[in-house]
């Protein structure tokens, strides 16, 4: 008995010393003057419900996000994660992984969320195998072919498309803008690194991510106890934007009808647009 008493104080002690010791391993000091709640608590501010007799105007329209501009840069960095602070390709990758977001085909001519697609589907089809032609470092110092396998790297996508509806609710009496989808978007270069187009990679349905993006902080250069969320940055339009595309009868882009400054010029005649809308409803 008393044998019995001794192993059952020897094993209970041993697990308290692991125990401790993980403990103490866990424990770090707080990087900060205070314990940062607001954003791990944060939830999506809920959408305004519309009824379809109040929504009297539409326009949808598609945007194309140059992340390298620089008040879009806090899309981009940073490129290695600190302090809860990660780009927003790190941000849907790791929803993605995680099962928080789903992704959808983006080879679907009409930009709908038709077909979901797995982490490990696009993970395998952005996978790069590329061929490199090699010389020995010995007699006869010939040259040799050897291929290379490359993952995907968050950091390759500097451009991201928005599919959004501009309407008029009668009901308030004011035009809004929703985000529906976001399309990271890759650039697609031959084997010599010459830039060949854009690869759209995936779709995510935007009101599906926002639960993700509102607990995830973006950089305010003007102040670091002020930070924003990505939620906040689309809901709010902190960001800089051009037109590629507008519902119509041809479903076509403006790149195959227009080319350099027209193409621009049409983008801002687009915007020009549904500014005016809104603006003509008032009497001054």
Same mark, same amino acid.
């Given at each position: 008995?008393?044998?019995?008493?001794?192993?059952?104080t020897f094993l209970s002690l041993t697990i308290a010393g692991v125990m401790s010791s993980q403990a103490q391993v866990v424990s770090t000091p707080r990087d900060g003057v205070y314990d940062k709640?607001?954003?791990?608590?944060?939830?999506?501010?809920?959408?305004?419900?519309?009824?379809?007799?109040?929504?009297?105007?539409?326009?949808?329209?598609?945007?194309?996000?140059?992340?390298?501009?620089?008040?879009?840069?806090?899309?981009?960095?940073?490129?290695?994660?600190?302090?809860?602070?990660?780009?927003?390709?790190?941000?849907i990758m790791d929803g993605l992984k995680e099962g928080q977001i789903t992704a959808y085909d983006a080879s679907v001519p009409t930009d709908e969320f038709l077909v979901p697609i797995t982490y490990?589907?696009?993970?395998?089809?952005?996978?790069? %195998?590329?061929?490199?032609?090699?010389? !020995?470092?010995?007699?006869?110092?010939?040259? &040799?072919? *050897?291929? $290379?396998?490359?993952?995907?790297?968050?950091?390759?996508?500097?451009?991201?498309?928005?599919?959004?509806?501009?309407?008029?609710?009668?009901?308030?009496?004011?035009?809004?803008?929703?985000?529906?989808g976001i399309c990271p978007v890759r650039d697609n270069l031959d084997e010599n690194g010459n830039f060949r187009g854009y690869d759209p990679i995936f779709w995510v349905y935007y009101p599906e991510?926002?639960?993700?993006?509102?607990?995830?902080?973006?950089?305010?250069?003007?102040?670091?106890?002020?930070?924003?969320?990505?939620?906040?940055?689309?809901?709010?339009?902190?960001?800089?934007? %051009?037109?590629?595309?507008?519902?119509? !009868?041809?479903?076509?882009?403006?790149?195959? &009808?227009? *080319?350099? $400054?027209?193409?621009?010029?049409?983008?801002?005649?687009?915007?020009?647009?549904?500014?005016?809308?809104?603006?003509?409803?008032?009497?001054?």
């Amino acid at each position: 008995m008393k044998k019995f008493v001794a192993i059952v104080t020897f094993l209970s002690l041993t697990i308290a010393g692991v125990m401790s010791s993980q403990a103490q391993v866990v424990s770090t000091p707080r990087d900060g003057v205070y314990d940062k709640v607001n954003i791990v608590d944060k939830r999506p501010i809920p959408y305004v419900f519309v009824r379809e007799a109040d929504y009297i105007w539409s326009r949808r329209v598609w945007r194309v996000i140059d992340m390298r501009e620089k008040v879009n840069q806090p899309f981009y960095y940073p490129e290695v994660p600190q302090n809860g602070w990660r780009s927003l390709m790190t941000i849907i990758m790791d929803g993605l992984k995680e099962g928080q977001i789903t992704a959808y085909d983006a080879s679907v001519p009409t930009d709908e969320f038709l077909v979901p697609i797995t982490y490990e589907e696009i993970m395998s089809r952005l996978a790069r %195998t590329d061929t490199v032609q090699l010389q !020995r470092t010995f007699p006869p110092y010939d040259y &040799y072919d *050897t291929i $290379i396998h490359s993952e995907f790297n968050p950091q390759d996508v500097k451009r991201i498309r928005i599919k959004e509806d501009w309407f008029f609710d009668k009901q308030r009496s004011m035009m809004e803008a929703r985000v529906l989808g976001i399309c990271p978007v890759r650039d697609n270069l031959d084997e010599n690194g010459n830039f060949r187009g854009y690869d759209p990679i995936f779709w995510v349905y935007y009101p599906e991510a926002r639960e993700t993006f509102a607990k995830a902080e973006v950089y305010n250069p003007q102040n670091d106890a002020q930070r924003l969320t990505y939620d906040d940055v689309f809901w709010k339009r902190i960001f800089h934007s %051009t037109v590629y595309k507008e519902s119509n !009868r041809f479903d076509r882009r403006i790149s195959e &009808y227009a *080319t350099g $400054i027209d193409a621009l010029l049409e983008s801002e005649r687009i915007n020009r647009e549904i500014l005016q809308y809104e603006h003509d409803f008032w009497e001054f």
